[in-house]
C-alpha cells in the first residue's frame, strides 16, 4: 500500500471513530462516513466493500501485530525480546488496547461493540490456541477455550469500564491467576 493509500485509509478509520463516538453503528451511514474523511465514495469502495468490513479492519489493525512473529518495541511497551509466552501475549493485547483506547472506546459504544467483542474473541480463540497448556485437559477443550476467551474479554470489558486503572501487567497476571494457569 502506497503513502497516498495508507493517509486515506487512516483518514477513514478516523472518521469512523469519531462517528462512532457520538452515534451507534447502526445508525451510522457510508456518506456520513464520505463526508466525515473528506474522501469520495468510489475512495471509500476501493478499501471497503461495506461499513461492516471497515469495523473488521479497523479490528484486525488493533490486533494483528500482536499475533506477528516480528514484534518492534513501540511507545509505551517493549514486547521484541519477550520469551511470548501466554502472559506476556496477554500483557501485550492490554498495553495495545491501552493504547488505542480512543478507537475502542469508540466502537464498544453501541451496536458496534458486540461485533468489536466477537472479533476480539476470535483473536483470543486464536491466540489461546497457540498455548495448548493454557487449555485444561480434564474438560472438554471447546468448553475449556470458550470459558478462557469468555472471560478475559469480560475481564478486558471490566477493565476499560474502570479507566484501565490497573497495569496491563497485574490484570494479566490476576486473571491468569483466576483461571488457574501456570507457567
Not at 466525515?36 to 484486525?60: P, Q, V, W
Not at 477493565?159 to 486473571?175: G, R
Amino acid at each position: 500500500m502506497d503513502r497516498r493509500q495508507q493517509k486515506t485509509r487512516a483518514a477513514i478509520f478516523q472518521a469512523f471513530n469519531r462517528l462512532l463516538e457520538k452515534k451507534h453503528f447502526n445508525s451510522i451511514t457510508v456518506q456520513e462516513i464520505l463526508d466525515e474523511a473528506n474522501i469520495g465514495r468510489s475512495t471509500f469502495y476501493s478499501h471497503f466493500e461495506t461499513k461492516d468490513a471497515l469495523l473488521k479492519e479497523m479490528c484486525t489493525d488493533i490486533f494483528d501485530h500482536i499475533f506477528s512473529h516480528e514484534l518492534h518495541s513501540e511507545t509505551s511497551h517493549d514486547f521484541s525480546s519477550s520469551d511470548h509466552g501466554l502472559k506476556e501475549k496477554i500483557t501485550h493485547l492490554l498495553y495495545h488496547l491501552k493504547d488505542n483506547k480512543g478507537n475502542v472506546l469508540g466502537i464498544l459504544s453501541g451496536e458496534s461493540g458486540e461485533l468489536f467483542m466477537r472479533y476480539f474473541k476470535e483473536y483470543l480463540s486464536e491466540m489461546f490456541g497457540q498455548y495448548p497448556e493454557s487449555i485444561r485437559s480434564d474438560v472438554p477443550k471447546a468448553f475449556a477455550l470458550n470459558h478462557l476467551v469468555g472471560s478475559l474479554a469480560e475481564a478486558v470489558k471490566w477493565w476499560i469500564n474502570t479507566k484501565m486503572k490497573m497495569k496491563p501487567e497485574e490484570l494479566a497476571d490476576d486473571y491468569l491467576k483466576l483461571v488457574g494457569y501456570s507457567s
